[in-house]
């Protein structure tokens, strides 16, 4: 699960981007470099046998950070929070690089299923996740 959580969430943000014609804001790109971490952190559990253990509650804490991002990210969709009050590109290159790229609202919900953003579902599914690898991994440590 620490492994295929984040792979799928990111694989999905990633996704939408390239097949659904999304622009990721600022805030989006926040929530995927957890996700990243925590599938090296999941892999690392994966080749430092002894380690383990360690290593998964530190990719359960990554894809906690991530969806603690969402839920702020929501919270400035949902005009709860106060989001970036300067300017911001996920573009890379020059100045005409950027100026040309497309401007993209962090306030503003692009895509959204049963009225939830995907700052919204990342915050759920990311959150519920680590919560359950954190049980699982305590659980085990009893036994």
């Not at 991530?66 to 970036?84: N, P, R």
């Amino acid at each position: 699960m620490a492994l295929l959580v984040p792979a799928l969430l990111l694989g999905g943000a990633i996704g939408s981007q390239i097949f659904g014609g999304l622009t990721p804001c600022e805030m989006c790109i926040w929530q995927r470099w957890p996700h990243g971490a925590a599938i090296l952190l999941a892999l690392g559990g994966y080749l430092l046998k002894g380690q383990r253990r360690l290593m998964v509650m530190l990719a359960a804490l990554a894809i906690a950070v991530s969806g603690g991002i969402g839920v702020y990210h929501a919270g400035v969709e949902l005009d709860i929070f106060e989001g970036l009050t300067s300017c911001a590109s996920t573009t890379a290159g020059g100045l005409d690089t950027i100026m040309g790229a497309p401007i993209v609202r962090c306030d503003a919900v692009q895509w959204e299923f049963l009225g939830i953003s995907m700052a919204g579902w990342n915050a759920i599914i990311s959150l519920g996740a680590a919560a359950l690898i954190a049980i699982g991994i305590s659980k085990k440590g009893r036994a």
